[in-house]
C-alpha cells in the first residue's frame, strides 16, 4: 500500500503554509479510524451496549484509534510523511513506537473485559501504569531530544502560559454553563449523600471531600487523561487538520468538526451523551464538534501545537463531568446548557469571536 505524492503533507506543524489537500490520504485516514473504531461500536454493542462492564475502557480505547491510524499511515505507507520511520530521527520517533504500542495494550484490554467482566476494575488501574510511562517518556524525550524533535512533527507542545490562560477560559465557561441551568431551573443538584457518607466514614469533612473530588477532576484528572485524548487531538488537530488546510483553514476545522461528530454515532445511538435521543443527539454531536473543532483548532493554531488541544479536551471531559455530577444535572442534556442546544448557542459566540482572529489567515 503506498498513498504519496510529491509534497510533505501529514502530519503537519500547525503553523504549515497550507497545501493542496491530498484527498486519497486524507480518505485513507478517514476509512482506518472509522473502520476500526465503528467495529469497535458494534463489539461493544453485542456486549450489553453502554450496560456492558467495559464500557469506561471500549470508550478510552476508541480514542485511541484517530492517533493510531494517523501514526500507522504516516509511519509505515505515507513516505513524504514528516513521522516515517526511514526519514523520521528525531527522538520523538520512539515515542510513536510507543503509542502504537500503548494502542495494542488497550486493545487487549479490551479483549479481557469481553471475555472477563470481572477484570474490569483490576485493568482499569492497571491502565494507568502504561499511560503514566507514556508521559513520562514525552517528558524525557523533549528534554533530551529538544523542543524541535516534537514540533517538527506536528506534535509541539505550546507555551505554558497558553496552557495557564485556555485551561482557565475552559473552567470558567464550563461553570457559566452549570450556571445558566441552574438559573434557568433546567435540572437539579445531584444527590451526593451516598458520597458523602462514605467519606464520613473515612473521617472526611463535606468541605475536604468537595475540595478533594475538586482537584482529582478538574487538576490531576487532566493530566492522567493526557495520553488518551492526545489520541483523538493527533488524529483530528494535528494529522487532519493540517491536512484540510488547502480548503482554508476555517473551512477545513469546519469539516474537521463534521467528521469528528459522525465518528461519534455510533455511541450516541447506545444513549451515550444524548440519552434517550439518538437522532437529535447525532445532528447536536455533530454541531458540538464543529463549535469544539473551532475552539481546540484555535489554540493549535495560536500554540503551534497539538498537545496543547489534548489537555483542553480532557480537562472540557473533566470539568464537564464534576460540573454535572458534582454540582447541578440537566434534566435534558439535548435541551440544557453544556452540549445541548442553549449551550451550542454559546459556543457559536465564542467561535464568531475567536474567527475573528488573523491566525485563520496565516499561510493560506
Not at 115 to 131: A, E, K, M, N
Request: charged residues 10%.
Amino acid at each position: 500500500m503506498s498513498i504519496e505524492n510529491s509534497t510533505q503533507t501529514s502530519p503537519l506543524p500547525a503553523n504549515a503554509p497550507a497545501k493542496k489537500v491530498n484527498w486519497k490520504q486524507v480518505a485513507a485516514f478517514i476509512g482506518l479510524t472509522f473502520g476500526l473504531t465503528w467495529l469497535l461500536d458494534l463489539a461493544l454493542y453485542l456486549n450489553g451496549g453502554l450496560t456492558s462492564p467495559a464500557v469506561t475502557i471500549v470508550l478510552q480505547f476508541q480514542m485511541l484509534l484517530p492517533a493510531f491510524s494517523a501514526m500507522l499511515l504516516g509511519m509505515f505507507f505515507l513516505k513524504d510523511s514528516s513521522i516515517f520511520i526511514k526519514t523520521n530521527t528525531s527522538r520523538s520517533r520512539w515515542f510513536n513506537w510507543y503509542y502504537l504500542f500503548f494502542t495494542l495494550i488497550y486493545l487487549a484490554a479490551v479483549v479481557a473485559c469481553f471475555l472477563r467482566p470481572d477484570l474490569v476494575i483490576t485493568l482499569s488501574s492497571f491502565l494507568l501504569i502504561p499511560s503514566v510511562v507514556g508521559m513520562i517518556l514525552v517528558i524525557v524525550l523533549r528534554a533530551t531530544g529538544g523542543k524541535e524533535s516534537f514540533s517538527g512533527v506536528g506534535m509541539g507542545g505550546g507555551k505554558p502560559k497558553l496552557w495557564l490562560l485556555y485551561g482557565l477560559a475552559i473552567l470558567l465557561f464550563m461553570g457559566l454553563q452549570t450556571a445558566l441551568n441552574w438559573l434557568f431551573k433546567m435540572g437539579q443538584p445531584p444527590d451526593l449523600s451516598p458520597l458523602l457518607a462514605q467519606a464520613a466514614a473515612t473521617g472526611m469533612t463535606e468541605t475536604v471531600f468537595m475540595l478533594v473530588v475538586t482537584l482529582q477532576t478538574v487538576i490531576l484528572g487532566p493530566f492522567l487523561g493526557l495520553l488518551i485524548t492526545f489520541g483523538e487531538e493527533y488524529g483530528w488537530r494535528g494529522y487532519l487538520q493540517p491536512a484540510l488546510y488547502g480548503l482554508g483553514r476555517a473551512r477545513g476545522v469546519a469539516l474537521v468538526g463534521i467528521i469528528w461528530g459522525i465518528w461519534h454515532w455510533p455511541v450516541i445511538w447506545m444513549g451515550y451523551n444524548y440519552p434517550g435521543r439518538p437522532y437529535l443527539g447525532s445532528l447536536l454531536m455533530v454541531l458540538f464538534c464543529i463549535a469544539l473543532a473551532y475552539i481546540l483548532g484555535y489554540a493549535v493554531l495560536k500554540a503551534k501545537g497539538v498537545w496543547i488541544a489534548a489537555f483542553l479536551h480532557a480537562l472540557v471531559n473533566q470539568s464537564a463531568s464534576y460540573f454535572m455530577g458534582m454540582i447541578y444535572t440537566p434534566r435534558d442534556i439535548a435541551f440544557s446548557f453544556g452540549i445541548g442546544i442553549p449551550g451550542l448557542i454559546l459556543m457559536g459566540l465564542v467561535v464568531w469571536l475567536i474567527l475573528r482572529d488573523p491566525v485563520w489567515k496565516e499561510n493560506e
